[in-house]
């Protein structure tokens, strides 16, 4: 593909006035001279041409190729972004950025289901849809790629951007490229559950390395996992390298990743993008941030059992504050549970994770999973000093930033990172836990409306821990109970009524790890079990932990009358069937 001169600008009139609020919507920063407002100025590249503030910067990456495509700061970047860029491992936040490139195979490989193609004889895409807080568009008829990051402030100022563009005179056609339809994909997918077990040193770098890259530090560095920003509404860089394929590649040579989404910050901080001081409206936010990091995980391959971690930057707290963040990390935790991730939480001990240890036993809050703790001590270790008690999330259960913003050098591969210490495992979602319910009973009556008693505190509790708020378990069956449980129905396919009977309580009671058990197995995934069948069967199955010949038995049972394999063993099928409440 031939390349003329990549880009070129000139001053033009106004745009509405939406283009002249970007400024007020950045992430702090030093202080610059405001721009006339509503000035734009035309930026062309390979026959592609959009009007844009005046006071974005524009990148040619043909004349500064290692830039670090980065969005804390409004910015349009013209050419083919580097296989591995000089990114700061420190940027935080995001303004609104559009990146503009040629419709290569490797761009081709960063397209999603939700990529738009610009209409033959157009450079816009009307119905293009947002998807992980980018807007992209194939533009065929001059060859390029556009991908515009925004964050919600953001979003109507990019689209009004993209709603600039049209072709110029040398546009150059170019159709994207057939790896780019998904349809004839090979399903890549990590080696399995994220980080998975490993006691080591790691580290996290503001983009995903080059493959080149990650294959000199396998070979000659002190790592081997690796911090990657998959999702959220607050990523400071973009992820030109971050593909299925990558992640497939890394697992499968055996690196440990571990997933981070930056979304909502504390509302006691300057970020513009700040989670609710209402802590009702934190925790939903908290869930709509978990569902679209699931989205992201999914479609690179990192499976259920992964741990995400949700990344909320040093605040001063308050009593407000805290209950805001907790809020929010209680909304994320249900919410990842709800499809079998761990929830994990970035912050900085002094603030963000000596607040959560300080609420760890408080039952109105749920406890995410793994802590991931910046305290530049130095100290490659998972201690936590006076932060947090040593016997809190001490199951395999921490990441400790130890030293920040350090730039090393591999195999001729310098990368700005931050290092970091993991001791993680494979942590099954805790069973669903509220103060002073009983889950478990020697029968699970049918409940509704209506209802009240300590089947109905369970249910409201189970429900609640699936990610469907159904409020404060009291034991009285309300219509927020209700609505709870026909939309835990509709998620598992079941009869939508708001009635909790046999098949629901089945798909509550088993939750969790679906860990294989059988004759001679003990602990918590045993106990989900014996719930779960004394529902699906009718009859009591005691419930102690234990899997003995009794608990044999009733498997057996229940396999036989749900057409499986009657084996007496619990692998996936029989999970799932009890899951999906058969």
């Not at 009591?540 to 749900?562: I, K, P």
Request: aromatic share 8%; proline share 6%.
């Amino acid at each position: 593909m031939s390349f003329r001169t990549p880009w070129r600008t000139r001053a033009r009139a106004a745009l509405p006035a939406v283009l002249a609020v970007v400024g007020a919507l950045a992430v702090p920063g030093p202080a610059q001279a405001d721009p006339a407002p509503g000035t734009t100025r035309s930026v062309a590249y390979h026959g592609y041409r959009i009007e844009v503030p005046s006071d974005w910067q524009v990148v040619d990456l043909t004349e500064n190729p290692r830039a670090c495509l980065r969005f804390d700061r409004p910015a349009v970047y013209l050419g083919e972004p580097a296989a591995q860029s000089d990114c700061p491992a420190g940027v935080v936040g995001r303004s609104a950025g559009i990146v503009v490139e040629p419709l290569t195979a490797g761009a081709a490989a960063r397209t999603t289901a939700a990529t738009a193609r610009a209409p033959r004889g157009t450079a816009v895409a009307p119905s293009a849809a947002s998807s992980n807080d980018s807007i992209q568009v194939a533009v065929e008829d001059a060859g390029v790629l556009v991908t515009a990051a925004h964050t919600p402030g953001t979003e109507t100022l990019v689209r009004g951007v993209l709603a600039t563009a049209e072709l110029t005179e040398g546009a150059e056609p170019a159709a994207l490229p057939s790896t780019a339809r998904r349809a004839d994909a090979v399903p890549l997918a990590a080696a399995g559950p994220q980080p998975g077990d490993y006691l080591g040193k790691g580290f996290d770098a503001c983009a995903a390395p080059s493959q080149a890259a990650m294959d000199a530090w396998q070979a000659s560095s002190p790592y081997s996992a690796v911090g990657v920003y998959i999702s959220g509404s607050f990523r400071g860089c973009a992820q030109p390298n971050l593909t299925a394929s990558w992640v497939t590649h890394q697992t499968g040579n055996g690196w440990h990743l571990f997933p981070i989404d930056v979304g909502r910050q504390a509302p006691c901080t300057n970020y513009s993008l700040k989670m609710s001081t209402d802590p009702a409206t934190a925790k939903a936010q908290g869930v709509t941030a978990a569902a679209g990091a699931i989205s992201a995980a999914s479609g690179l391959g990192i499976p259920a059992g992964s741990a995400i971690y949700s990344d909320i930057e040093a605040y001063t707290s308050t009593p407000s504050c805290k209950a805001s963040v907790l809020s929010y990390l209680s909304g994320w935790t249900e919410r990842l549970h709800s499809s079998g991730y761990l929830s994990g939480f970035y912050s900085s001990a002094a603030s963000g994770i000596k607040d959560a240890a300080a609420e760890y036993g408080n039952g109105a809050y749920t406890r995410v999973d793994h802590l991931f703790y910046a305290w530049w001590n130095g100290a490659a270790d998972t201690g936590t000093g006076s932060y947090v008690p040593a016997s809190y999330w001490s199951g395999h259960q921490r990441i400790h930033q130890y030293a920040g913003e350090v730039t090393e050098s591999y195999g001729g591969y310098s990368i700005n990172i931050d290092r970091d210490y993991l001791d993680v495992g494979d942590v099954a979602t805790p069973a669903p836990t509220c103060t002073g319910a009983n889950l478990g009973f020697t029968a699970y009556p049918t409940v509704r409306s209506g209802s009240t008693g300590e089947q109905v505190k369970a249910a409201q509790c189970l429900l609640k821990a699936a990610g469907f708020d159904p409020g404060t378990p009291d034991g009285i069956f309300g219509s927020g109970t209700a609505t709870a449980a026909r939309n835990f129905q509709s998620s598992k396919g079941l009869t939508a009524d708001g009635v909790v009977g046999a098949k629901t309580w089945t798909a509550l009671l088993s939750r969790g790890a679906t860990t294989t058990v059988r004759n001679g197995s003990t602990g918590e995934a045993v106990s989900r079990l014996q719930r779960a069948l004394t529902a699906a069967l009718g009859r009591t199955v005691s419930v102690d932990g234990v899997f003995g010949s009794g608990t044999e038995q009733a498997v057996r049972d229940y396999q036989s009358s749900r057409g499986l394999g009657s084996d007496g063993v619990v692998g996936a099928a029989t999970w799932g069937a009890l899951q999906a409440g058969r």
